[in-house]
């Protein structure tokens, strides 16, 4: 099945400054999603990518699915303490009525 | 802004006692979910449940757990005889559709700890 690798694992950034996260997977991506979790709640849909090059922005949050469709990149521009918390990649999982998920990757922001 | 519900926020139960946990999907979505995420991993599927059938299950889901729809806005997952390995943050799930593009929207969880 899908698995997605997401790096780095934190992030530790000082407010005002852009940071990037990455989501690889092993095989051929079909829907890409962005969610981000606070400790111990529930997880927060933040966007879904699923062409080849597709580029979406929400706020200061850009999310982009390579051409090849095996790898997503988040970009945060000039961070901010709300941004902090977990980001996670999710993706379709072949065809099976589910989502897959990387390991997440945890956002500080020091002000 | 339509949201998916969870109860109870947080149970303790004893290892072998059953627990029912609760879900109320946002009202026009037609597929729903369960994950788990074990302290410190990944989130997990379980499964998910479309015209009152289960589509699709994990490994993880055996016997003990069942699911059930038991009116038109309820979705609970029963465990049956908990084990202290189901301790975890379980999170309902529901979407519009089914994969491919569907965007699941998550419940704020429920903290299950088995003692």
């Known amino acids: 099945s899908q698995e997605l690798e997401q790096s780095p694992q934190s992030l530790i950034v000082q407010e005002g400054k852009n940071l990037t996260i990455n989501c690889t997977s092993s095989k051929t991506l079909y829907g890409l999603y962005w969610y981000k979790q606070k400790y111990g709640e529930g997880l927060i849909f933040l966007m879904m990518?699923?062409?080849?090059?597709e580029e979406k922005s929400h706020e200061k949050i850009t999310a982009k699915l390579d051409e090849k469709k095996q790898q997503s990149s988040l970009h945060i521009t000039a961070s901010q303490p709300s941004h902090a918390g977990i980001y996670l990649c999710g993706a379709d999982d072949q065809g099976a009525q589910k989502l897959v998920f990387g390991q997440g990757t945890r956002l500080t922001i020091n002000p | 802004e339509p949201e998916v519900t969870q109860t109870p926020s947080h149970q303790v139960t004893q290892m072998g006692q059953e627990v029912i946990l609760r879900c109320v999907p946002i009202s026009n979505h037609l597929y729903f979910y369960w994950y788990r995420q074990i302290l410190g991993q990944k989130v997990e599927f379980l499964v998910s449940f479309y015209n009152n059938e289960i589509s699709e299950k994990s490994e993880i889901f055996d016997d003990q757990f069942s699911v059930e729809r038991p009116d038109g806005s309820n979705f609970t997952l029963k465990i049956r005889s908990t084990k202290l390995e189901d301790s975890a943050m379980y999170f309902c799930?529901?979407?519009?559709?089914?994969?491919?593009?569907?965007?699941?929207?998550f419940g704020p969880g429920t903290r299950l700890t088995v003692l």
């Open positions: 990518l699923q062409k080849g090059g």
């Open positions: 799930a529901s979407s519009v559709r089914g994969v491919p593009y569907n965007e699941q929207f």
